[in-house]
C-alpha cells in the first residue's frame, strides 16, 4: 500500500478562483451564474462588490468548488496511469501507488514515495493555475502514512501493519 501522502491545501480557494473560468467552464445559465458571482456581499450596511472568487458559505459555493477540481482526477491518470500509447489503464499502471480524494477545496493523493509526491505537486498546480488558484506552500504536506494526515476532520494513521482513523 502507498506510504506517501500529499495533503493538499488550495490557498484561498472561495477568495481567488477566477470568474472568467467559472463562466467559461460551469455548464449552467451564464446571466445567474455571473449574478451571483457579482453580487457581493453586504457588511455593517456597505455593499462589498466582488471582482474574484465565490461567497465562502454559499449555497453554490462547495459546488464551485468541486467544479474547479472535476478533471484533476484525469490530470494525474495522464501523468501516472497513462500506457505509451497515451491511452489511460488505472488497472495495469499503477506502480506509483497514486489514489486522489477530494471534497470541495481539501484533496489527498497518495503516493510511493517523496519523488512521487512531489510530482504530483506539480501536476496538480499545473492543473490549478487556469483556474486562478494555487496550492499553499505553508499547508500543503508530503507525510509518511505512519506520522498521519488529516482530511476533512479525521485523523488517517498507520501503526505497525493496521490503519486506524480517529475524529480531530
Known amino acids: ?35 451571483f458571482l457579482k453580487a457581493g456581499y453586504i457588511e455593517n450596511y456597505h455593499l462589498f462588490p466582488t471582482e474574484k472568487g465565490t461567497p465562502q458559505g454559499g449555497p453554490i459555493s462547495p459546488i464551485i468548488g468541486n467544479m474547479a477540481l472535476n478533471g484533476l482526477e484525469n490530470a494525474l491518470a495522464m501523468r501516472f496511469y497513462s500506457r505509451s500509447d497515451g491511452t489511460i489503464d488505472k488497472s495495469h499502471q499503477n506502480r506509483h501507488k497514486v489514489s486522489y480524494v477530494r471534497f470541495a477545496d481539501d484533496l489527498v493523493v ?43 476532520g479525521w485523523n488517517f494513521r498507520k501503526y505497525n501493519l493496521s490503519l486506524t482513523v480517529t475524529t480531530n
Open 110 to 152: 497518495t503516493a510511493d514515495s517523496p519523488e512521487t509526491a512531489l510530482e504530483i505537486i506539480d501536476v496538480i498546480q499545473a492543473f490549478l493555475d487556469p483556474r486562478g488558484l494555487k496550492l499553499s506552500e505553508e499547508k500543503t504536506l508530503v507525510t509518511n502514512i505512519s506520522e498521519g494526515f488529516n482530511f476533512l
Open 1 to 35: 500500500s502507498p506510504e506517501w501522502i500529499v495533503e493538499g491545501d488550495i490557498k484561498a480557494c472561495f477568495d481567488e478562483i477566477s470568474h472568467n473560468w467559472i463562466l467559461d467552464s460551469i455548464p449552467m445559465d451564464k446571466r445567474i451564474l455571473k449574478e
